[in-house]
């Protein structure tokens, strides 16, 4: 099956100061990517996803960027700041239907003011 | 956008006792569910895809006859913990994938914090 690492597991940076999270995955045929943000005892929100046929996509301050080749997918959110704490997990989902992904551990970012 | 709510948002139930959990999809169909059970401080760890009108897959490690899931409609599926036990205590989360689209984007119901006593 799918195997999904990610680093690091805590990540504190300075308000305005860009992040950067890190999965590599095992499976092939995953095609795709979405990272989620998760607030404390909240649910999953789907901030950004790529697919692919793509090797990166850009929403405003947040950007991931996708190496098939390497299989590992990252990231990247600039001028943070504190809102942008919480934890954000990486996915990886295979093609064929059954749209089961395979998460990461997380990473805790804290964004210091 | 896509939503899913999940009812109660929190329960706390004495061990031996039976606790559903409800997931609906609000303005669409999913013909597909998922279970997620989460820790403190940990990943979301699946439990269950949940298909409507047919039995539940259940992952490595969860048993069946203890965690119950109906999907009757497309737009309900229910877990019911049976027999809960402390150890049982967790933040339970449901996602549902929009029928008929190749979208593979799960949206999460907001979560059901479970206390047993």
């Known amino acids: 099956g799918e195997n999904v690492e990610q680093h690091p597991s805590t990540l504190s940076v300075q308000e305005g100061d860009s992040a950067v999270i890190k999965c590599t995955y095992s499976?092939?045929?995953?095609?795709?990517f979405p990272w989620y943000k998760q607030e404390l005892g909240k649910r999953p929100q789907l901030i950004i996803d790529?697919?692919?046929?793509?090797g990166e996509k850009k929403d405003q301050r947040i950007a991931v960027t996708l190496n098939k080749t390497a299989k590992h997918f990252s990231l990247h959110i600039t001028e943070t700041q504190p809102e942008d704490s919480a934890v954000y997990f990486c996915?990886?989902?295979?093609?064929?239907?059954?749209?089961?992904?395979?998460f990461g551990r997380g990473t805790s970012l804290i964004v210091h003011p | 956008g896509a939503v899913v709510s999940q009812h109660p948002s929190r329960v706390i139930c004495k061990s031996g006792t039976s606790v559903k959990i409800e997931c609906r999809s609000l303005?669409?169909?999913?013909?597909?569910m998922f279970w997620y059970r989460q820790f403190p401080k940990q990943s979301l760890m699946l439990m269950a895809t949940?298909?409507?009108?047919?039995?539940?897959?259940?992952e490595q490690g969860v048993e069946k006859d203890k965690f119950l899931i109906n999907h009757a409609s497309l737009t309900l599926s229910t877990l019911t913990v049976t027999s809960a036990h402390p150890e049982d205590s967790s933040f339970y989360i449901c996602?549902?994938?929009?029928?008929?689209?190749?979208?593979?984007?799960?949206?999460f119901g907001p979560g059901t914090r479970l206390t047993v006593t």
């Open positions: 996602s549902a994938v929009e029928t008929g689209t190749s979208n593979y984007e799960q949206y």
């Open positions: 499976d092939s045929a995953s095609n795709y």
């Open positions: 790529i697919r692919s046929n793509v």
């Open positions: 996915a990886a989902t295979p093609s064929g239907g059954s749209y089961i992904p395979t």
């Open positions: 303005d669409f169909q999913a013909t597909t």
């Open positions: 949940s298909n409507e009108g047919s039995k539940a897959t259940y």
